[in-house]
């Protein structure tokens, strides 16, 4: 299966995911009397809502590279992750907003079995997050990573709301409001996701130098091609789920053009077979005297 397809695969998950937990966490906030909950099915709505973005830009991202295009349209991936950190900020903003307001008007304690509806919440984001960040790693997907940590951050707010909701219920009358403070708590953990999440994707755009690994593994397979002596500059550019470089080898300044070229298209096809998340790659030949 293509990374493409893994990645939309993970988001329908992600999706099916987020709508189930959006209306259990608001049901069980309503009847069980917790704002933690609530503020918890708030978030997990604008999940919904930021896994369609992130559908929508891979499979926009899946177009063949055309005249207007010559890279792709991979591009779009950073984006897009731009756009799910504005819906992580907004989540995180509604929730304080709801959270400081809830602090100043007098409520009952929630139910206690609002606990056992947030362990098992708690224990499926988790899950959820290890399922769909180790995808994203699969498919080098920025939107996809974003999308996993959506549900880091879902569990997050849980966590908060689990304590919170503890407190109130051990402590009794004056601590009514313990979970309104943990989801007031809840959103900024999630204010600094939104700033992990949003650092890779800009440098992404930026085209900053971020691939030390990658740049290594491209200098020890070019070594492996017969006729390169050595490499010089390499500059690598992430877009989409693909990698582009930008390579110069040296080779035998003695060479005919022709043989230069044919040693340069060897290592273009070493590179694309030995690498397989590499996409166009340009290969400058230098004379090695």
Excluded at 184 to 209: K, T
């Amino acid at each position: 299966m293509s990374n493409t397809k893994t990645a939309i695969r993970t988001i329908y998950f992600s999706i099916i995911a987020n709508t189930t937990l959006a209306l259990i966490k608001g049901l069980a906030g309503f009847l069980g009397n917790s704002y933690a909950l609530i503020a918890d099915a708030i978030e997990s709505t604008t999940d919904i809502f930021s896994s369609l973005l992130v559908l929508f830009g891979l499979k926009y991202a899946k177009r063949p590279a055309d005249k207007n295009h010559p890279y792709g349209h991979g591009k779009i991936e950073p984006l897009i992750t731009f756009l799910v950190v504005a819906f992580l900020v907004i989540s995180a903003a509604i929730i304080a907003y709801e959270s400081i307001l809830n602090i100043q008007t007098p409520h009952h304690s929630p139910k206690g079995w609002t606990l056992l509806v947030l362990g098992a919440i708690i224990l499926w984001k988790e899950i959820s997050f290890r399922i769909v960040i180790k995808r994203s790693k699969a498919t080098n997907s920025s939107s996809l990573k974003a999308d996993a940590w959506h549900h880091r951050s879902d569990a997050i707010t849980s966590v908060m709301a689990f304590l919170g909701i503890s407190i109130s219920l051990i402590f009794g009358e004056g601590y009514e409001s313990a979970d309104d403070w943990a989801a007031l708590f809840a959103s900024a953990f999630i204010l600094y996701n939104s700033y992990l999440i949003f650092r890779p994707a800009l440098a992404e755009v930026m085209d900053e130098h971020i691939y030390d690994d990658l740049l290594n593994e491209i200098r020890i397979e070019s070594s492996k091609v017969n006729g390169v002596i050595d490499t010089e500059k390499c500059f690598i550019r992430k877009s989409g789920m693909k990698y582009h470089v930008d390579l110069h080898a040296r080779v035998n300044g003695k060479l005919s053009v022709k043989e230069g070229h044919d040693i340069a298209h060897n290592l273009k096809d070493h590179l694309a077979a030995a690498i397989p998340n590499l996409g166009h790659v340009l290969i400058h030949i230098e004379p090695h005297i």
